[in-house]
């Protein structure tokens, strides 16, 4: 089992910028392709950004090209999600999420194993 708790959501300004960061344990976070997804009320949950086990290839939705960057750190067991240029379209409960299935970038939730509680992201105008 992999247990996993998501911290740096809050309440910012359109413009303004947060970092996500999920911290693993229980498991080797190195073996695990991480995800970040979003979900809005009443919307499914949706894929932001992928990495790579290494870290080395990650894919992102067209959408958060540019303004969003998917990191990890395998020597902390900790993922990130840097968020740039916020708008209020955003705003939702984001997700990380590991899979290991090592079949390249997986796109949906169904494809993921693990996930963690979620945190919140509000961004007013």
């Known amino acids: 089992q992999v247990q996993m708790v998501e911290s740096g959501g809050g309440l910012v300004q359109a413009g303004d910028s947060l970092r996500l960061s999920c911290a693993a344990s229980?498991?080797?976070?190195?073996?695990?392709?991480v995800g970040w997804f979003r979900q809005a009320p009443g919307k499914e949950r949706d894929f932001i950004a992928a990495s790579s086990r290494s870290g080395d290839s990650t894919y992102y939705t067209d959408s958060v090209k540019g303004r969003f960057t998917i990191s990890r750190d395998n020597a902390k067991n900790t993922g990130y999600l840097q968020m740039n240029c916020l708008k209020p379209e955003v705003t939702a409960v984001y997700y990380c999420?590991?899979?290991?299935?090592?079949?390249?970038?997986?796109?949906?939730?169904?494809?993921?194993?693990?996930w963690g509680q979620g945190t919140q992201v509000t961004v007013s105008s």
């Open positions: 999420a590991l899979e290991t299935s090592g079949l390249g970038f997986r796109l949906t939730a169904y494809d993921y194993e693990y």
């Open positions: 229980g498991r080797t976070f190195s073996s695990y392709a």
